[in-house]
């Protein structure tokens, strides 16, 4: 598979960094700080979004419902428990990020509660009441200082002539919210 960094141009990230600051920026405008045409560039964001580029999706602030208390969270699981174990820290509400170490039992996640009280809840009872997972250590999160959504390649990941991405379906290196 080729890199992307072959497929994408200056112009996508002239597009891609407008639309990382404000993703309600009309193509019309972003034609006219580009010098680009505006079919151009809705052809170029539409073609950025089905090649999974960018998303364009709405952020919630977790501090607009009142979750004002964030942590790391680190798990050991039996690995052959797993499958079960991330489907059902999948459902819960309060995870926030889920990862898996690779070739480790290691499950990294962040999750979101309203007051110390139901971190503590989550972290001796609901946590320790799923078959499998272990509590090894957490992280109490006063502040995030940076975020996915505040995330920018650098600019020579993009190469500098165009080329048509080949549709890949979903994935990306970069997310434009609403």
């Not at 200056?10 to 009309?26: F, G, K, M, S």
């Not at 990020?97 to 809840?121: H, M, P, V």
């Not at 006063?142 to 890949?168: A, G, H, V, Y």
């Amino acid at each position: 598979m080729p890199s992307r960094k072959n497929r994408l141009d200056e112009l996508d990230y002239q597009i891609i960094q407008t639309l990382h600051t404000d993703a309600r920026v009309p193509a019309s405008d972003i034609a006219r700080r580009t010098g680009a045409n505006e079919r151009t560039i809705r052809k170029r964001i539409e073609r950025l979004v089905e090649d999974g580029v960018i998303r364009l999706t709405a952020i919630l602030d977790p501090a607009a419902f009142d979750y004002l208390t964030a942590a790391d969270i680190f798990l050991e699981i039996e690995t052959e428990l797993e499958p079960a174990i991330l489907e059902q820290l999948m459902s819960m509400a309060e995870v926030t990020y889920l990862a898996l170490g690779q070739g480790t039992r290691e499950i990294s996640i962040e999750a979101r509660f309203k007051d110390n009280e139901e971190l503590r809840q989550f972290l001796g009872r609901t946590l320790p009441d799923i078959p499998g997972v272990k509590v090894i250590r957490y992280a109490l999160v006063p502040r995030i200082l940076r975020n996915i959504d505040e995330w920018m390649p650098k600019k020579e990941d993009f190469s500098s002539s165009p080329t048509p991405f080949p549709n890949k379906g979903k994935g990306g290196m970069v997310e434009a919210f609403l």
